[in-house]
């Protein structure tokens, strides 16, 4: 049986699983949609929802229930207070300026990776990329956040995504992951081309501060403006940016 104080936390728990289920959703869902995805109860989930739109974290529309406007105040006091999106947010004017590709700066969200500040390059990405989006791991940029995970919690994601299939078609295994973020560490960089968007190359790099990694700062433009010949200039500079983005927030 729990203890007192532990159903207080199970409750907790159960209701950050309902939010995270919402901010997942790509389109409204039915509640028994949501009691399947966060494995509960639907009277359970019902409960909790009822919460949720009572403190603007849920709304119920008639297509279903979907993630509140609360979600949008609780992002915008992140992005005012946090340090390293203020800090990187001049570094990302200087790199887009001077590369002339869109830079933006990520962190991780548990099993994924979150973009917390962009600045538009001379030729904006075909495709949107909100700020707040969550995005996977495995691919692009992500890429430099997960090779500097613990080893246990890597292969964890690693066996759970593999085996995957890039946008170029490529099949990736969960050896070939592995392999690859093998190589991310040791180099210092990651490199992706065609992996979550065709046509598309990013360079990325860890941000880190001592042994803390802070986030993940990634260049990325059509991959006819990064050509293979200026790619390792532009490693340069999206590693020399990420340096001074840790060390700004020393």
């Known amino acids: ?123 904006p990405l075909r495709y949107q990329l909100p700020i707040g989006d969550k995005l996977p791991l495995h691919l692009g940029a992500g890429k430099a956040l997960l090779a500097w995970l613990p080893e246990e919690e890597q292969a964890s994601y690693t066996d759970t995504v593999a085996p995957f299939t890039l946008a170029s078609g490529a099949q990736i295994t969960a050896e070939g992951l592995t392999a690859e973020l093998r190589r991310v560490k040791a180099d210092g960089y990651a490199l992706a081309h065609s992996e979550r968007v065709l046509d598309v190359t990013s360079i990325s790099a860890p941000v880190l501060h001592g042994d803390r990694l802070l986030g993940a700062l990634s260049v990325a433009g059509p991959s006819s403006d990064l050509p293979e010949a200026e790619q390792p200039n532009i490693v340069t500079e999206v590693r020399r940016a990420a340096d001074a983005i840790a060390a700004r927030c020393a």
């Open 1 to 123: 049986m729990a203890t007192a104080s532990a159903t207080p936390m199970r409750s907790v728990d159960r209701a950050f699983d309902v939010l995270g289920v919402l901010e997942d959703a790509r389109q409204p869902l039915r509640l028994s949609d949501v009691a399947r995805r966060a494995e509960l109860h639907v009277a359970t989930a019902q409960r909790i929802l009822n919460v949720l739109i009572d403190r603007g974290y849920a709304a119920k529309e008639e297509a279903g229930y979907v993630a509140g406007p609360a979600a949008v105040a609780t992002a915008h006091a992140f992005l005012v207070n946090n340090r390293l999106s203020q800090v990187a947010l001049p570094v990302l004017q200087e790199m887009a300026a001077s590369t002339g590709l869109t830079p933006t700066l990520f962190v991780r969200v548990g099993r994924a990776r979150v973009p917390i500040a962009r600045v538009e390059g001379r030729n």
